[in-house]
């Protein structure tokens, strides 16, 4: 027990943390470059806020959340979605009151769900997430389609694929959800426990149900699209001409209804295609009545969110590697007697920007060479007996074992020149 995580849970080694920083640095400027900023917001939230944000038919929140009771009986909930953290924050701050749109991004936000781990499926995931309130033309939705399609192309993901829907508005949903329970009436039996139970409040959660059973038995249920008001339709129609302009591929397709109660109009997914099936990677969509129904001003909003993990996982799958930075530029290695010499040098060398580092387990040279090795250093710097009778170093390049030996004040300048050789 002590030295195992919770089930569903993942340590980042120190090893591979350098894929998440890569994928950081990538998404940062994503979002910086179409005027998005990040926020943080707390890793809990009043329980209340999910339970009326997302909504207490969603899978989330009836079967999925961490909750408990603090010690002054307050029920909280560490998140398990990003957006009503997101809109929370929003109205707190009253961002509303600020020229709009109002622009966000959270970046590895940690999101939790009891959920049955599998490949792809934890009980702590993370997510890079952008929000966008205030804006309510297609544009904006289209905007972050592009965003997560161009990240991830960039990232040199080949089989993504762009599905888009429309689940209209509290106009014109009523409508389809009167048909689409006409449709399930006679399949009830059919469905699973879930489905059934959701029926007569949310029946367009079976459209979304993982089970077999239930897709099949929805295979030709009647499509939102063809229940669309005027104004949802003219809005997925813009959806559509920007994604053409933009001439990025993408399918309708009329079974995406996502998992959370809050969206109305355009919802869309990024799905790869894996050996083991469909990943979803990235999941998003409007939600405009989200921030009135957490007391705000009736406010559209559209966002997504993108899990990390997944996005590692779909690199992996498609042999996308991530280039690794080494450890050090210079290993530092002397001979017993020169100890502090050689810390000095590390000083030194680190303070002009160089990435050194010397042996601290009182090795061998010989044993000090090996480590540096194995480290990846491409560059080593030697203070033997002559070295340090001359103040000297003996710089040398790992791979072609070629030598020079320089003033100690030279140091830094010939490291990153033979760094540079090795490259
Ligand atoms: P799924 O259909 O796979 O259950 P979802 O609709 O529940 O996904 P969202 O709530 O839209 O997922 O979350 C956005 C993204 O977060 C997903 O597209 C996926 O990449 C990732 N994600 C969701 N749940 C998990 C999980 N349990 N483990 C890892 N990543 C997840
Ligand atoms: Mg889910």
New binding site residues.
């Given amino acids: 027990m002590l030295t195992q995580a919770p089930r569903g849970t993942r340590d980042v080694l120190p090893t591979e943390s350098y894929r998440w920083q890569y994928l950081e640095e990538k998404m940062r400027s994503a979002a910086a470059l179409a005027g998005y900023r990040e926020v943080r917001t707390p890793v809990f939230e009043h329980t209340e806020l999910f339970a009326r944000g997302v909504g207490d038919t969603t899978d989330i929140v009836q079967k999925e959340m961490y909750t408990f009771q603090d010690k002054g009986n307050r029920s909280l909930t560490l998140k398990p979605?990003g957006t009503a953290g997101a809109a929370r924050c929003f109205l707190e701050s009253s961002l509303y009151a600020d020229a709009l749109p109002c622009k966000m991004y959270y970046l590895d936000a940690p999101i939790f769900?009891y959920?049955a781990p599998q490949s792809?499926?934890?009980r702590e995931?993370h997510?890079f997430g952008l929000e966008c309130f205030g804006a309510q033309d297609a544009t904006a939705d289209a905007e972050l389609i592009l965003l997560a399609y161009r990240l991830l192309s960039d990232l040199g993901v080949k089989n993504l694929r762009v599905k888009i829907n429309s689940i209209g508005c509290p106009e014109c949903r009523p409508r389809y959800n009167g048909k689409l329970k006409d449709f399930l009436a006679a399949r009830l039996d059919g469905l699973c426990e879930d489905c059934r139970n959701r029926y007569e409040r949310n029946p367009l959660r079976a459209l979304d149900c993982k089970k077999p059973n239930c897709q099949a038995l929805v295979k030709d249920a009647p499509s939102m699209l063809d229940e669309l008001c005027d104004e949802c339709r003219t809005h997925f129609e813009q959806l559509q001409a920007c994604l053409r302009t933009a001439q990025i591929p993408y399918e309708i397709d009329s079974r995406i209804v996502?998992?959370?109660d809050y969206y109305t109009k355009t919802v869309f997914?990024l799905i790869t295609v894996t050996k083991e099936g469909n990943l979803?990677?990235?999941?998003g969509g409007r939600y405009d009545h989200l921030v009135s129904q957490l007391g705000g001003p009736d406010l559209p909003a559209v966002g997504f969110?993108?899990?990390i993990?997944?996005v590692l996982m779909l690199l992996d799958g498609e042999g996308i590697r991530i280039p690794e930075p080494p450890q050090y530029d210079v290993f530092v290695t002397y001979m017993d007697a020169y100890r502090i010499q050689a810390f000095a040098l590390v000083e030194a060398l680190r303070s002009q920007g160089i990435r050194a580092d010397m042996d601290h387990c009182s090795r061998s040279l010989k044993a000090q060479f090996k480590y540096a090795n194995k480290t990846g250093a491409p560059v080593s710097a030697t203070i033997g007996e002559d070295e340090a009778e001359h103040g000297t170093v003996k710089i040398k390049d790992m791979r072609t074992r070629e030598e020079r030996t320089v003033p100690l004040e030279d140091a830094g300048q010939t490291v990153m020149m033979m760094r540079k050789e090795a490259e």
């Fill in positions: 979605e769900r959920e792809g499926r934890l995931h997510q996502r998992g959370l997914e979803t990677v990235c999941g969110g993108m899990g993990e997944r």
